[in-house]
């Protein structure tokens, strides 16, 4: 048996009718993630309404419970049950909903409501809470014993493992070792001739009542005790007092209960423990108690289950989980907000909450192929993962682009932090298997995932002039034939084979739905940063050729930076005498302007002078971020002169995303 789907009107953030929140679930370990405030702690607390939790915790809806404009204020909350074992069915056999045609086997509706009558009793407003099966609600209400067997395991955040665990009445140890088994079954009841190892635990209580009743010591004082009695009586009404162990007397059932409340969990290791050992400590008692329910609702919400513990010991946590809900079929609903959590899930286990919907990643609720989910089983890191918990999401290829587009956004106005934006860096591979993760199937019933996520690639067509400045030519100085080649040039391309035809098919491989990719303007970032922006006469006006050129060269420069004894000035003045060199030393050819073969020449350190994109895009970084400081570069200028699609792409993950379907299309626009 497992809860297969929950429905929840007018409950804290969601709505009703089509505000209303509906969430699909499967068996074994489903992990609810997304920003704060997206409805994660409000989707668990529905679910424990409903079924309540075997502490026993007694839940009272509150005022701020009601959806804010809800009218009349009710709040209804639909739980759907199915695969109920015989042994469910029997259980729940009056409350069950069959189908018509008996083909497809029986399930089970909890219908629960919340109704603000405006009455007040004891001082307090009085809510009517109701629980009733059938798929419309309309069956019997739900019987409390039943109820009993619904209820389910609950990990609190920030929970007090130690608390939990330690002696005292009601606690949460003594209920998990008085539902075991072991606890129940094993031993003898005290008697003449059971040895001491044999004893129940009702057993070793009796034992100890027995021993403390016939101390020597209690028994001479309770002989006292009688003599100063029988003086204080009258003559022919003899009284005598008796000491007993408070509840002995009492049931052998109470009687367990009181013993085990006497009863604290600890580890067995020097030193006090830290939160996150006992933390461990406390999700190993209730994962005992949940694998030997037989009879009842198998079901574990843990909510921040990285509470405490440090990235290896999340992991671990989560392997268990899914361990522990595969063999041992317990239906489990995790709450997260780590991303080292995230990563360490099956994506097919995910389900992400964004703007009070739930979307799915299941295989089948995406667009993402089978070979996708096998393959960013294997490269969704924790620090990818942090896409799951954004508000807008950057896709790019490589290093560079990684560490140097934040730092444009930021410059430009839109910085990423702020904005709830996170850049993930898949490495020239992937990047349209990333995008289809935001990309959904069934868009009428599930609506858009809102998330503005931007692709960002490289056109890779250089420009007529730079196969010889880079080195591409044969040995006969002539550009290779085309199928003798993996690059590709501006001559490829002509009125059968448009640029703008291969412009738009790499558009087009990832945009869809809120996604959108962002192709550079001319071959790759680093010379479309140092050609910039091209006008409507074709030409370039302007762009960031002196600053690319001098994080190029001193990144070709890298290994003897900081151990050469040269100043800074003296590195400037190197810096443009060399550029200055460029400059004079190039004219237009093959077709091209002098700007292209000047952007040609600074991205050459990259291809023969072997200075890494990397290491450039950290100097770049740097020098941009100074001229702002020191006000030589405005944020409209730098504007100005960045390639437009860079400028574009960070002004669409950090806009508000408004889209529409119309016909079955997508819309999209930025802020």
Not at 251 to 262: I, N, Y
């Amino acid at each position: 048996m497992y809860l297969s789907k929950i429905t929840i009107e007018n409950f804290r953030c969601f709505g009703e009718r089509d505000k209303k929140f509906e969430m699909s679930l499967k068996p074994g370990l489903t992990t609810l993630v997304g920003e704060n405030d997206a409805g994660k702690s409000a989707i668990i607390d529905a679910i424990r309404y409903v079924l309540c939790t075997t502490d026993q915790e007694w839940l009272r809806i509150k005022e701020n419970d009601f959806h804010v404009g809800a009218n009349p204020k009710e709040i209804r909350i639909v739980c759907k049950f199915d695969d109920l074992e015989a042994h469910h069915q029997r259980a729940f056999i009056e409350y069950l909903t069959h189908d018509a045609s008996g083909a497809k086997p029986p399930v089970f509706f909890l219908h629960w409501t919340a109704k603000e009558t405006g009455e007040i009793m004891k001082g307090r407003p009085y809510r009517r809470i109701e629980l009733h099966s059938g798929e419309k609600g309309e069956g019997p209400s739900i019987d409390p014993k039943v109820r009993e067997l619904l209820s389910v395991t609950y990990l609190r955040p920030l929970r007090d493992a130690e608390r939990a665990l330690s002696a005292g009445r009601g606690s949460r140890l003594s209920q998990v070792l008085y539902h075991t088994e072991e606890v129940k079954s094993s031993g003898k009841p005290y008697g003449e001739g059971v040895a001491n190892e044999e004893l129940s635990v009702t057993g070793i209580g009796e034992l100890a009542d027995a021993l403390i009743k016939n101390q020597p010591g209690i028994v001479e004082t309770r002989k006292q005790i009688d003599n100063h009695l029988e003086k204080l009586t009258l003559l022919g009404n003899p009284i005598c007092s008796k000491v007993e162990v408070s509840g002995a007397a009492a049931s052998p059932d109470v009687r367990l209960r009181q013993l085990l409340e006497k009863l604290d969990l600890s580890l067995d290791e020097i030193g006090k423990p830290g939160l996150g050992s006992n933390n461990l400590l406390f999700m190993a008692c209730e994962l005992l108690l949940l694998a030997q329910e037989n009879e009842g609702n198998r079901m574990l919400l843990i909510e921040e289950p990285e509470a405490h513990l440090h990235p290896q010991r999340q992991l671990q946590v989560m392997k268990t989980l899914q361990e522990e809900a595969e063999e041992k079929k317990i239906q489990i609903i995790v709450t997260t907000h780590s991303p080292n959590l995230a990563s360490a899930i099956k994506l097919k286990g995910l389900t992400l909450i964004h703007e009070n919907k739930a979307f799915s990643m299941a295989e089948g609720e995406t667009k993402l192929e089978k070979s996708d989910y096998q393959f960013l089983e294997r490269f969704l890191d924790v620090t990818k993962a942090n896409l799951f918990f954004a508000r807008g999401v950057m896709i790019v290829e490589g290093d560079a682009e990684n560490i140097l587009i934040p730092t444009l956004a930021k410059l430009i106005g839109r910085d990423f932090t702020e904005n709830g934006v996170s850049i993930v860096n898949v490495g020239g591979v992937g990047l349209r298997r990333y995008a289809r993760i935001f990309q959904r199937v069934h868009i009428e019933k599930d609506g858009l995932l809102k998330i503005p996520v931007a692709c960002v690639t490289d056109l890779d067509v250089m420009p007529n002039c730079a196969p010889a400045i880079i080195d591409k030519l044969d040995k006969e100085g002539h550009v290779p034939e085309i199928k003798k080649r993996q690059w590709r040039m501006k001559h490829d391309y002509n009125e059968e084979k448009p640029l703008e035809q291969k412009y738009f098919s790499t558009e087009q491989k990832a945009t869809g739905q809120c996604v959108r990719t962002f192709v550079s303007d001319e071959w790759t970032m680093e010379y479309n940063l140092a050609i910039g922006p091209q006008d409507d006469n074709g030409e370039f006006p302007g762009g960031l050729g002196y600053q690319t050129f001098a994080a190029a060269y001193l990144a070709s420069k890298d290994d003897s930076l900081y151990t050469n004894k040269k100043t800074t000035s003296q590195w400037q003045e190197e810096i443009k005498k060399n550029y200055k060199k460029i400059i004079l030393e190039s004219e237009a050819q093959d077709g091209c302007l002098v700007e292209e073969v000047i952007a040609s020449k600074i991205y050459n350190f990259f291809v023969n002078k072997k200075a890494s994109k990397t290491i450039a895009a950290q100097h770049l970084s740097y020098i941009l971020q100074l001229h702002v400081q020191r006000g030589d570069l405005s944020e409209d200028q730098l504007r100005a002169v960045l390639p437009t699609y860079l400028v574009e792409a960070i002004e669409y993950v950090t806009g508000n995303l408004i889209l529409e379907i119309k016909d079955g299309k997508e819309g999209h626009d930025g802020e």
